[in-house]
Nanobody, 124 residues
Framework: QVQLVESGGGLVQPGGSLRLSCAAS????????MGWFRQAPGKERLFVAT????????LYADAVKGRFTISRDNAKNTVYLQMNSLKPEDTAVYYC?????????????????WGQGTQVTVSS
């Protein structure tokens, strides 16, 4: 069955870095557009970044532009999110998602599959 499994979250001090990974299985990963979203307690799930199937194009939310980098390795069926210069407002559960039909979409409803999420906490 389809699985997206995130890892790499944790507690980090402001200004620090984390690298999230999302391992995919059960579908043809290289044919899907991949995205990262985040959700803080009591708030809606928000777009963070997305990457096209061949990694030819990326898109970022304004809040993370210049600090976060999305990438993928189709040979390993894995998508990554490198997060640098982390701020307390980046604290959230981070989810990876896969979309078959929508390139560069910022809307959660356009994604077909979701992981279970990984907690990122930025605090001193």
């Amino acid at each position: 069955q389809v699985q997206l499994v995130e890892s790499g979250g944790g507690l980090v001090q402001p200004g620090g870095s984390l690298r999230l990974s999302c391992a995919a299985s059960g579908f043809t990963f290289s044919r899907y557009y991949m995205g990262w979203f985040r959700q803080a307690p009591g708030k809606e799930r928000l777009f963070v970044a997305t990457i096209t199937s061949t990694a030819g194009s990326t898109l970022y939310a304004d809040a993370v532009k210049g600090r976060f980098t999305i990438s993928r390795d189709n040979a390993k069926n894995t998508v990554y999110l490198q997060m640098n210069s982390l701020k307390p407002e980046d604290t959230a559960v981070y989810y990876c998602a896969a979309s078959r039909d929508y390139s560069r979409s910022i809307y959660p409803g356009d994604y077909d599959y979701w992981g279970q999420g990984t907690q990122v906490t930025v605090s001193s």
